[in-house]
């Protein structure tokens, strides 16, 4: 197989399309990775997510790192990696716009399967966590797809 | 669906069937992810790389996190979390017989078409680095599963 480029085209094309990556976050050095659903619109992914693990650690240390990509055969894939930071939407008047341009997005995404959400909805209502809105800056992006030979 | 979390055998299974997931390590609390092809034996995941960031950041920092995951369908998937530590077999007498061993697995899982050897084949071959051989220590292990409702 052949390996080329993408450009930055090209890379923002795959993340719309799929929505789906794996994110990487990190507390002091630990890499810890999940899977997770986003929209992506500009220079920003916005996801949604109950409080737990992978929050706690990105509100300590913002840096992160995801992967997406589309294998369609061992010898034909795409393959997007970014380097970004983590920014959280919390539910605040200032945020109150963007907050609601986050959750248009994801709505038409129809996200709301995703597996944080799903584990709270198996809890009584008055006790389920609300959902945290966040975005993720795009820093830095790069792109590689395989094709057969 | 319905959130399940599967038992340590049911955690290895996935590793052996899959053979495919996405690997974070970490240098200076950044993270950074990418797809990896690995082989999985008692405590171990074994794999093989040439020498690039991800090698170069291990080396560093041997933490490391991978996730691997089945998606049958957004409400029927399968997805493990393995925290461990990356220990590299150098070409040494040492490391010999090891590195017979781990060659025999990843041969039988066919993972010679992995990006980076992929990318090493197209150069002419007496500048070809020889790839890395390393493995990855299972340390913790989670796994979770959702089914439809």
């Known amino acids: 197989m052949l390996l080329q480029n993408l450009n930055d085209g090209e890379c923002r094309e795959l993340l719309t399309r799929m929505g789906f990556g794996r994110l990487g976050c990190a507390s002091e050095n630990q890499p810890y990775v999940v899977p997770i659903y986003f929209a992506c619109h500009d220079e920003y992914l916005y996801g949604f997510s109950t409080v737990g693990q992978k929050i706690a650690w990105m ?59 799903a584990s709270a909805q198996t809890r009584p209502e008055e006790i389920r966590p609300a959902p945290i809105l966040y975005r993720l800056k795009i820093n830095k992006m790069t792109g590689h797809k395989a094709v057969p030979n």
Chains 1, 2 share one sequence.
């Not at 913002?62 to 589309?70: G, R, T």
């Open 59 to 117: 509100r300590t240390n913002p840096l992160i790192c995801i992967e997406v990509d589309e294998v369609i055969a061992p010898e034909n894939w795409s393959s997007v990696i970014v380097f970004g930071l983590y920014e959280e939407m919390p539910d605040t008047p200032r945020y109150a716009h963007l907050r609601q341009f986050a959750h248009d997005l994801v709505d038409k995404r129809e996200l709301w399967w995703e597996p944080a959400v």
